[in-house]
DNA sequence: TCAAAAGTGTTGAGCGTACACCCATGT
DNA sequence: ACATGGGTGTACGCTCAACACTTTTGA
């Protein structure tokens, strides 16, 4: 019955790969973790089993798809709340996908599908969160790795984490951002260890922490960081805008005024 | 007749407005038009007016449905030149739109659309080449007040333009794209009058000159521009890559390695 | 007292800006 | 010749990288 799977565009079944493709949101989830050989912390992300076909049984972003009533940001958090329990405070669009190959298993019958990625930075506090219920299906991959000793990665997923980790290293050199991987008091240490991270090299004390103080944004608190081996660091707050949109940045379409 | 509207997911009439989101595809296409006041080049870009509801009359973005047989990219391409009949070097993604609200004009039945927005610059000389057969449904309209008199742009269109345009100039600031303001040889001051009329601000001669001169990508060559009131300034001609896309700037997904 | 990390001072190179100045051409 | 834009020289100020140095703690 060719009435069965008529659209609004008159497809019937042997035209399904004819539909109009569908709209999925997908999210690449960046915390920090220190990695067990050195002290030194490394990027990770978590990823979900696939249990349907294609790519059954690999490792996926987590995702899923776009209702009637929701933006695409909400979407995306409503997706990572019930993937992964996560609730990020850093979410940003990163790009929407969509190649005719991202199955790459160009199955007859197999509808086309548009992904918008969105990107999200998460505190080892709120990392903890992550759902360990059916801990199975959900874990933590290091994001450069993810899926390399393995199949690789459902989709062009790995394609989509290795954009992801480009604008993450780009925009962490010209925007506040890297105060997302921490809580909310911090020694200066700790946030050069994050830009070392991401970066992928040194960065002289003297020099971070001259940038640092120099930044309105980061407030001295008269706190120490007690314990350590040696004398005890000071704590720091980040007393930025709450939005990952500061306005000389990357601001939301939505909070453009016309131009003056 | 509840069939009629029958969609694949069994959705009826009474229910159109939680049928899965549609997707569209639009582009904004800059030019720089001198402005008959001043010789001062000003941005322009292409509108067409909407021959249905919503939005009927109004100046709206080209765009158009996405099918199943093209990439994002491929179907931006294909509705430019169908719509408007350009076809522009530079062509990149510039935001994925799905706010619940970006019609303004909430009505029963409409259906909710996700639109997947691109931006390009073209040459004056490609500019011309707009149709001009159905003219009165595509012009031309300066950027930055495109819908102010009258009753605005249609949807979100004002807004996405104050994206793009935001965009435009910020990535003017470190990317080589204004050459695509221009033919192919072009003299530093015609340079410098693009990077003006983006900017909105005057450059220094002298230091704009001798930044460019240090730029490998720009090539001077043994011509001259004859034919001025003054002494004939030297031509250039840009011999980077043919991409939007350097490998220190924005590389596209696609083209993206994992990582070293 | 010593090791190690916290934190300060100083220097030099590079780059962008401002601006004085010379050059070449049409009128 | 002279006005005008093309094109060069130079000096100042800022930022960043490098690195020597002092301070403060735990062991």
């Known amino acids: 019955m060719s009435t069965v799977f008529a659209g609004p565009f008159g497809a019937n079944v042997s035209e399904r790969a004819q539909l109009p493709p569908s709209l999925a949101i997908s999210t690449v989830i960046f915390a920090l973790k220190p990695s067990r050989a050195e002290g030194k912390p490394t990027l990770w992300l978590p990823l979900v089993r ?15 798809p776009l209702t009637a009533v929701e933006s695409l940001e909400d979407a995306a958090r409503r997706n990572l709340r019930e993937t992964t329990g996560l609730a990020p405070e850093y979410l940003e669009q990163l790009y929407a996908f969509g190649g005719l190959d991202r199955s790459s298993r160009p199955e007859q019958g197999a509808q086309r599908v548009v992904s918008i990625v969105y990107w999200a930075l998460v505190r080892p506090t709120e990392a903890e969160l992550l759902v360990e219920s059916e801990r199975d299906n959900v874990a ?23 954009y992801a980790l480009w604008r993450l290293r780009n925009k962490i050199e010209y925007a506040q951002i890297a105060y997302h991987f921490l809580g909310e008091r911090f020694t200066l240490a700790q946030l050069r260890e994050v830009y070392e991270a991401i970066l992928g090299r040194t960065l002289d004390p003297a020099n971070f922490r001259r940038q640092l103080t120099a930044t309105p944004q980061i407030e001295a608190t008269d706190e120490f960081l007690e314990g350590g081996r040696h004398r005890p660091p000071r704590l720091y707050r980040y007393v ?14 939505s909070t453009l005024r016309s131009t003056p």
Chains 1, 2 share one sequence.
């Open 50 to 64: 696939r249990v349907k076909e294609p790519f059954r049984g690999q490792w996926a972003l987590p995702g899923g």
């Open 140 to 162: 933590w991959h290091r994001a450069d790795t993810a899926g390399h000793g393995e199949g690789g990665l459902a989709f062009d997923h790995r394609e989509i984490v290795d």
């Open 240 to 253: 930025g805008p709450p939005t990952p949109y500061p306005a000389s940045d990357h601001p939301h379409p």
